[in-house]
């Protein structure tokens, strides 16, 4: 069991430009989490997805941010035109259950915007 | 939507003192509090739960109380050991459909030997 997987690690790109984060959960957990965490606001919810379908996104910045998770396999965490305020560390977490279950938390993607 | 509320930003304690964070909640329809420990450099790491149909669970060193009517959960901490040094978060989710963690600000534990 390798765990939940992130890629890429870190990733910098310039204010505007596009980011794609991926996670791939742990086999056979059912549900999938997305969270941020900066210095500032602490660990945020996003957004998460139970088998498959999307679930509760009221964490997400409705403009530039979107998730989705096309199989059961991974998932992506898309921020359109960047901005220096998206800069943190993105996790991804996965459980067996959506509730009440622990969630396994991945590495993360640090995300730095220029 | 909920708050979390977690009072202490800093602890620091002796080897093998006992170690309390402490934390709140304003959503009285939480029923799932998980505990996480995040070492420099790593992502978190699952440390014990409790659900809101108990008042009280142990594991080894950790035991984790919860009082429903002061909405306040906290993590005790025994023989506590310098490998216990980390950042603590507390988290409280509703439950049913809404399984989303709500986090606290966390506490820096220092066990100093």
């Known amino acids: 069991n390798a765990g939940v997987i992130q890629t890429p690690r870190h990733k910098v790109t310039g204010k505007g430009q596009e980011a794609t984060l991926w996670c791939e959960p742990i086999?056979?957990?059912?549900?999938v989490f997305w969270y941020r965490q900066t210095i500032v606001q602490g660990l945020e919810f996003l957004t998460y997805?139970?088998?498959?379908?999307?679930?509760?996104d009221s964490g997400m910045p409705k403009e530039r941010f979107s998730a989705q998770m096309p199989n059961q396999s991974h998932s992506t965490l898309k921020i359109q035109s960047t901005q220096p305020q998206d800069s943190a560390v993105y996790l991804c977490?996965?459980?067996?259950?959506?509730?009440?279950?622990?969630?396994?938390f991945g590495p993360g993607t640090r995300l730095t915007v220029l | 939507g909920e708050k979390v509320e977690q009072h202490e930003s800093t602890l620091s304690v002796r080897e093998g003192d006992s170690a309390v964070i402490n934390c709140t909640y304003t959503?009285?329809?939480?029923?799932?509090f998980p505990w996480y420990k995040q070492e420099a450099g790593k992502s978190l790491h699952f440390v014990i739960d409790?659900?809101?149909?108990?008042d009280r669970k142990q594991s080894q060193r950790l035991t984790v109380l919860l009082d429903k009517k002061a909405k306040r959960f906290s993590l005790h901490i025994t023989a506590t050991q310098p490998e216990d040094s980390a950042i603590y978060f507390c988290?409280?989710?509703?439950?049913?459909?809404?399984?989303?963690?709500?986090f606290g600000k966390g506490t820096k534990l220092s066990v100093k030997s």
């Open positions: 988290a409280a989710s509703r439950g049913g459909s809404n399984a989303k963690l709500t």
């Open positions: 409790i659900r809101s149909n108990v």
């Open positions: 977490a996965s459980s067996l259950e959506d509730w009440g279950a622990e969630q396994f």
């Open positions: 086999s056979g957990h059912s549900a």
């Open positions: 959503d009285t329809a939480s029923s799932y």
């Open positions: 997805f139970r088998n498959q379908a999307p679930i509760d």
